[in-house]
């Protein structure tokens, strides 16, 4: 119970949750907070609010329930077929748009009743929603990943350059000359930049920037009406040159390959979900960056 008050900030919508009336649930309330001496949750901006012994007491318990579960998972079968389960996979912008069309497809097939919940990959955040559970899997690309991590690597993703067809300075090939005077469209964010506007500052091109966005997944609509080009995976590039009249060639300069791998937290590693969520990450990944 305290674990649901906690993370809804709502005994009416706990206690819907839970299955209970609301009146249990403050019943319930009011026993724990007798028993602890403290008032556990106050009304705040936006909700009921945990005071620090809450907190304190809501990350135990949470530990606690979290151990058991998984402990209990790790003896446990798992049949795809007929499960249920919802699995958080966190995920760059390119990855979403290369990989979860194939996802999806595979899963119709080997796992109908499965579902996913894609989140936005943060390197800032990542590793803290793989330690608490919030998450079952990262896909992507990790610089310096964490002891605690587990991983397998699915490909290499070399870059490349994407342009509307027709565009009306670049043929069947894109030399050092021409890339420096082409615009450019760029994905800037504020505390993490993508790989193609870092080469453009290396190259000293930054002045050839003409637009940036935070999310890459606005930019091809944006290439196809406009003679922008855009630096980018040529898992992406390949995806929307197939359905949107767009074009790449390969970059004019040597740029070092990415590895796309998944990422798990070391105490998942035996969990019978975890390790089929793997596999099929590892099948439907490739496929969508190799078709």
């Not at 299955?19 to 403050?26: A, D, E, I, R």
């Not at 499965?114 to 989140?119: A, G, L, Q, T, Y």
């Not at 080469?199 to 000293?204: N, Q, R």
């Amino acid at each position: 119970m305290l674990l649901t008050v906690g993370r809804e900030e709502s005994v009416s919508v706990a206690a819907e949750r839970l299955g209970l009336s609301q009146s249990t649930v403050s019943s319930a309330l009011g026993r724990l907070r007798a028993l602890t001496k403290d008032p556990l949750f106050v009304r705040g901006h936006g909700g009921m609010q945990m005071t620090d012994y809450a907190r304190t007491l809501f990350t135990s318990v949470e530990a606690a329930f979290a151990s058991m579960d998984l402990a209990l998972r790790e003896h446990a079968s798992f049949d795809p077929g007929t499960a249920r389960d919802t699995f958080t996979i966190l995920m760059s912008n390119i990855g979403q748009s290369v990989s979860v069309p194939h996802l999806l497809r595979h899963a119709q097939e080997h796992a109908p009743r499965v579902r996913f919940n894609i989140m936005q990959f943060s390197r800032f955040s990542y590793l803290q929603q793989l330690e608490t559970g919030e998450a079952d899997l990262v896909c992507g690309y990790i610089s310096r990943p964490k002891e605690c991590l587990r991983s397998i690597k699915l490909v290499d993703t070399e870059f490349v350059c994407l342009f509307r067809d027709g565009h009306p300075l670049i043929g069947d090939e894109i030399t050092p000359e021409l890339y420096a005077k082409l615009d450019h469209v760029a994905v800037k964010r504020e505390r993490d930049s993508g790989r193609g506007i870092e080469l453009l500052h290396e190259l000293g091109l930054e002045k050839r920037i003409k637009l940036t966005l935070p999310h890459i997944s606005a930019i091809p609509p944006i290439i196809f009406v406009s003679d922008l080009v855009l630096t980018t995976t040529r898992g992406f590039a390949e995806t929307y040159a197939r359905m949107s009249g767009l074009r790449w060639l390969p970059l004019p300069y040597e740029m070092p390959s990415t590895d796309v791998a998944i990422f798990w937290h070391e105490k998942k590693q035996t969990d019978a979900a975890n390790k089929w969520l793997r596999n099929f990450m590892r099948d439907s990944v490739v496929q969508g960056y190799r078709s």
